[in-house]
C-alpha cells in the first residue's frame, strides 16, 4: 500500500488552522505518567479562545463543550499540536470544531502523527459586565479568513 493511500494514517490530514503548539511536561502527567484528559481539553480550549478571539474582536467565555472521546493517550515529550475553524457564528456565540494531533520524534526514527481527539466548543462573546454582546459583522469574514497564524502562513508543516 502506497503512503499516499487514502487507508494509510499519512492520508489523514489535520482539518483547520494551526492554533496552539507546546510539548507535554511530566507536571502534566497522572501517577501513571499518562497525561491528564484535563490537561489536553484546557490546551484545546486555550487553543479555540484564540481563534474565538479573534473573531469576535474582543473578550470571549467558554459556554459549551460537547462529549469528547480520547482515542490515543498522550506521553510526555509528545508534541501537541492543536488545530481549528469556526463551524458556526450566531448572535453572540461561535463554534470552534478542534483536533487535538500529536505528533512524536524518535532518534532516527520518522516522526509518527495521530489524532487524540476533537470536540465542538462554542464561545460567546461578553461585554465588561460579563453579559453576552452581539459579534461584529465583521465575524464571518474573519472566521472564514482562519487564524492569524495561519495567515502568517505557520502551516500544517509547523505542526503535526
Ligand atoms: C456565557 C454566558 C455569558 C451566557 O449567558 P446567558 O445569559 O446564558 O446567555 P444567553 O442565554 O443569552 O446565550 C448567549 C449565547 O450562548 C448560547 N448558548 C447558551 N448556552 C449554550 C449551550 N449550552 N450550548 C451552546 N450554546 C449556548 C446561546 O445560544 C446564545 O447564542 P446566540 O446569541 O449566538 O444565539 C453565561 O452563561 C456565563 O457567564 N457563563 C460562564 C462562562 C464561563 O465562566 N466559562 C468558563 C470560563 S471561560
Redesign the pocket.
Known amino acids: 500500500m502506497s503512503s499516499d493511500s487514502p487507508a494509510s494514517p499519512d492520508s489523514i490530514r489535520p482539518s483547520g488552522s494551526l492554533l496552539l503548539r507546546t510539548m507535554a511536561m511530566p507536571g502534566d502527567t497522572n501517577p501513571a505518567g499518562d497525561i491528564f484528559g484535563g490537561w489536553i481539553l484546557s490546551q484545546m480550549d486555550i487553543a479555540g479562545s484564540l481563534l474565538a478571539r479573534e473573531i469576535a474582536g474582543g473578550r470571549v467565555?467558554?459556554?459549551?463543550v460537547d462529549s469528547m472521546k480520547f482515542m490515543k493517550p498522550v506521553k510526555v515529550g509528545d508534541i501537541v499540536c492543536c488545530y481549528g475553524s469556526c463551524q458556526k457564528i450566531?448572535?453572540?456565540?461561535?463554534?470552534i470544531e478542534l483536533e487535538l494531533w500529536v505528533k512524536k520524534i524518535r532518534d532516527g526514527e520518522r516522526p509518527e502523527r495521530f489524532l487524540v481527539t476533537r470536540g465542538h466548543y462554542?464561545y460567546?462573546k461578553?461585554n465588561q459586565e460579563?453579559?453576552?454582546a452581539p459579534l461584529p459583522e465583521s465575524a464571518g469574514a474573519r472566521a472564514a479568513a482562519g487564524s492569524d497564524a495561519a495567515a502568517a502562513g505557520l502551516g500544517i508543516s509547523a505542526g503535526c
Do not use: D, E, F, M
Request: without cysteine; glycine residues 12%.
Open positions: 467565555v467558554t459556554v459549551a450566531g448572535h453572540t456565540s461561535l463554534t462554542t460567546v461578553v460579563g453579559r453576552p
